[in-house]
């Protein structure tokens, strides 16, 4: 009984050092783009077809002239040495259930303008660090690390986010204020 409870408190000491090493992550159901560019976002497509050739050099980009490994991770888990006391912190982009709420047309607008909830992700296009084309290719290389190798959820269109279900997320990866705040 007694080594029984102090394998949980292990348990619980080793949860909460992660916790405070990072974060949290905001809600993947809150939109980032402006309700009032949102539509457009979500119709804009990959101006290439999506392809294993298109995934490899977003790769180039991410952990190259994009730096985006920094803080989204080598594995683009969202723990990159930038992510330290980040908050809210890098997103986690091998999460599926992330692909699943969010077009790809939505992830570029972010990589070119910033997210208005974070100001640390700059808007990389309109910086001029990359150009479009590497953006989307960054983007297309961000989703594949949760699509498993789907096409359709790599491409991420609106209407194939819109036949996706809608995830609760677990509780311990969000801020309370962004709990089931489930916007589409
Ligand atoms: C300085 C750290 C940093 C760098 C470098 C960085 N990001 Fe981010 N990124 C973040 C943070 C923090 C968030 C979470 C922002 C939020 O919750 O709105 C984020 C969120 C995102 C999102 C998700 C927005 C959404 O819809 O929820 C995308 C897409 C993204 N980053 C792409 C990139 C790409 C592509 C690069 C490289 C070109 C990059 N990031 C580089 C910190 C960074």
Redesign the pocket.
């Known amino acids: 009984m007694k080594t029984w409870k102090m394998a949980v408190l292990g348990v619980a000491a080793i949860g909460f050092s992660a916790m405070s090493a990072n974060a949290g992550?905001?809600d993947?159901l809150k939109p980032?783009v402006p309700a009032d560019q949102i539509a457009a976002a979500k119709a804009m497509k990959p101006p290439f077809a999506v392809t294993a050739d298109m995934i490899a050099k977003g790769k180039d980009?991410?952990t190259g002239a994009?730096?985006?490994y920094?803080?989204?991770g080598a594995a683009g888990d969202g723990n990159g040495p930038?992510a330290a006391g980040?908050d809210?912190?890098?997103?986690n982009f091998t999460n599926s259930q992330f692909e699943q709420v969010?077009t790809s047309g939505?992830?570029f607008w972010?990589?070119s303008n910033g997210?208005p909830?974070?100001p640390?992700?700059v808007g990389?296009v309109t910086a001029g660090q990359?150009t479009e084309k590497q953006?989307w290719e960054?983007?297309i290389y961000?989703r594949s690390l949760g699509c498993k190798g789907d096409m359709s959820c790599i491409e991420g269109s609106a209407d194939w986010v819109s036949k996706q279900p809608v995830h609760e997320e677990a509780a311990g990866n969000l801020k309370p204020e962004f709990l089931n705040t489930a916007a589409k």
């Open positions: 992550e905001l993947i980032r980009v991410f994009g730096t985006c920094t803080c989204h930038g980040m809210p912190s890098p997103r969010r939505e992830m972010v990589v997210s909830l974070q640390a992700m990389f990359i953006a960054a983007v961000e």
